[in-house]
RNA sequence: GUGACCAUAGUUUAGUGGUAAAACUCCAGUUUGUGGCACUGGUAUCGAGGGUUCGAUUCCCUCUGGCCACCCCA
């Protein structure tokens, strides 16, 4: 017979194994817990959207909507049974969360709720590129969401909120960046400043700011090429061309990350890629202990994007995190997270078809109490069951073979020291329930004991 | 989209112009009802296609994929 060619995953795309779910469930609760604690509530909106609510919310020319969405014309994919759909709606699978979150906001007349709006969500995200350490073409956004509310102690609080969360997850050498981009109304004059002085220079800049100067002189400020970062180095600080008011907004946002103890660093050059960011930018990196610095997630203000989307003026400011990212670093840099729970705390063992039934019950009954239960499946022999038993790591294992299938009996085997107690079927579920239970917090105690000695 | 490096069992890696080793894992067994140890055995069209050659897993080309960097960003 001929071989079948197995089918593997796409390029960029990602399984999550049973070796990395303990990571990623660790990262997703720790996060959501650090939201709800902070009084947001959870939306999931969907992953396929109207393409060009992206090129609203993203912004056409960027490079995301540009060339990296997959997007779909539903006119041509109707199966060759369907008719097709002759709105001909081109659909994008999303490449970021935000979009989403503003347009179930403004769909579901989220204005009339209390202000502030905090919103969080979770979800995958899709952007057809080239990938890379920590890049990937399908990835997992963690995202928050806060509207209507201007007041600067929002951006302190968001941001505080981040950065314990962060730290909640073990990362170390947290470095936490601030900016501020001015309102839109400052934009032009920015704008034209930054070029102004970059027009001096041009023939000292790389080529791809060349072309950023008519593009997007903002740009420049974030490139990595060293003959324009000394030239950036002496160019004028957004900070000082902006409004009064942005500025008095953007030094109250610092006084409060001073109050709240949150270390942060000034950075001038800290340009945002997304266009709907205004004032308030930042971004999360730590320092990879023999690779370069990650980017583990960043956010800001975007006082408009809820206007520019059909909605209400609605000032809001969020942020998104890369879940990849922080199960990537966690694991790379070996950093622990709290050991998953043994997956089965009971093994049923059975020897013979009359024990089969008696095995069977015993089972429903244990998983009825909640113990993780096994049985051995296509394994004959006592030996051979046991062996598995041992694999999968279970606390005891109960026996019964023909000799207790006459007598209404299972032995119970503590697969720690080996003892063995024979116990009335009828009992059996019972017993081992409290078993279990004290055999687990026996585990438990033992290992805040290791950590108590550890902290000491 | 551009560039560098890489591609051998499930995993991590040896190796050779004459069809391949090891470790770990997995499966089966080491006689009859007791796991963890030990021992034995099993598992690879050497990424795909083409070329050079008597012969290629080994050399050359193309593709695909991986990894990393640029771009951009999470």
Do not use: C, F, H, W
């Given at each position: 017979m001929a071989k079948i060619q197995p089918i593997n995953r796409l390029k960029g795309f990602q399984d999550i194994t049973p070796e990395d779910t303990p990571y990623w469930d660790f990262v997703t609760d720790t996060l959501e817990t650090g939201m709800l604690s902070a009084g947001f509530d959870r939306i999931e909106t969907p992953i396929?959207?109207?393409?060009d609510l992206f090129d609203r919310g993203v912004g056409p020319d960027s490079d995301i909507v540009n060339k990296e969405m997959y997007s779909f014309d539903t006119a041509k994919m109707a199966g060759k049974d369907k008719k097709a759909t002759k709105d001909g709606t081109i659909v994008s699978l999303r490449p970021e969360l935000t979009a989403g979150v503003v347009r179930a906001y403004i769909e579901h007349g989220?204005?009339?709720?209390?202000?502030p709006v905090a919103l969080f969500t979770m979800g995958r995200c899709f952007r057809h590129e080239n990938p890379q350490a920590g890049r990937y073409r399908e990835f997992t956004q963690f995202g928050a969401e806060i509207f209507g509310e201007i007041d600067p102690l929002i951006d302190a609080l968001l941001i505080s909120n981040l950065w314990q969360t962060m730290n909640r997850l073990g990362i170390p050498n947290l470095v936490l960046n601030v900016n501020s981009l001015g309102s839109r109304e400052d934009r032009p004059k920015i704008k034209k400043a930054l070029t102004e002085y970059f027009k001096k220079k041009e023939s000292k800049l790389c080529d791809d700011c060349k072309k950023r100067l008519k593009?997007?002189?903002?740009?420049i400020l974030d490139c990595k090429e060293d003959k324009c970062q000394t030239i950036v180095s002496s160019a004028p600080a957004i900070v000082d061309l902006m409004s009064d008011d942005c500025r008095t907004h953007f030094m109250t946002v610092l006084e409060h990350l001073d109050d709240m103890e949150i270390p942060y660093n000034l950075m001038?050059?800290?340009?945002?890629?997304?266009?709907?960011?205004?004032r308030t930018v930042f971004e999360f990196s730590t320092k990879d202990d023999h690779r370069r610095t990650a980017s583990l997630g960043g956010g800001g203000r975007y006082d408009y994007l809820v206007e520019e989307l059909g909605g209400p003026e609605t000032p809001a400011i969020g942020f998104g995190v890369g879940v990849d990212r922080i199960v990537d670093f966690l694991k790379t840099n070996l950093i622990k997270i709290p050991k998953p729970k043994s997956r089965v705390s009971v093994y049923v063992v059975h020897l013979g078809e009359e024990s089969k039934k008696l095995a069977l019950g015993a089972v429903m009954a244990l998983r009825k109490l909640d113990i993780s239960t096994g049985v051995a499946i296509g394994r004959d022999t006592l030996k051979g069951q046991l062996k598995a038993a041992d694999k999968v790591g279970a606390l005891y294992t109960v026996i019964i073979g023909q000799r207790e299938a006459m007598h209404n009996v299972a032995m119970i085997r503590?697969?720690?020291?080996g003892i063995q107690e024979t116990v009335d079927i009828s009992d059996l579920a019972e017993k081992l329930y409290h078993m279990v239970k004290l055999r687990t917090r026996e585990e438990e105690d033992y290992g805040k004991k290791i950590k108590n000695k550890a902290n000491q």
């Open positions: 396929l959207e109207r393409a989220m204005q009339i709720l209390p202000k593009k997007n002189p903002l740009r001038p050059t800290l340009v945002r890629g997304l266009d709907y960011y205004s503590d697969m720690r020291d």
